[in-house]
């Protein structure tokens, strides 16, 4: 099972990119837990300087944007 962390206070991009990531995981059948980190101490644990966060097995793998579909299936997929 794929861990997912979406890190954000709850702004629309947040929103938006947990429904995206959700979205993908499931169209692609990929077992995935999905968490949302909305404190702000907890979100500056993993170094980030823009919400809305991904972290993916505990790995930052973006911040500040909104990545396109290839880069989030891959990540998901462990590429």
Known sequence: MVSVKI???GCNK???LEKKVR???TRNNI???FTKVT???DIMKYGI???PGLV???Q???YGIIPKEEEIINWLKGN
């Open 49 to 51: 300087m823009m919400t």
């Open 31 to 33: 077992d995935a837990e």
């Open 56 to 58: 993916i097995n505990e």
């Open 7 to 9: 890190l954000g206070t």
């Open 23 to 25: 979205e993908l995981a």
């Open 14 to 16: 947040c929103k938006a």
């Open 60 to 62: 930052v793998k973006s």
């Open 39 to 41: 404190e702000i101490e």
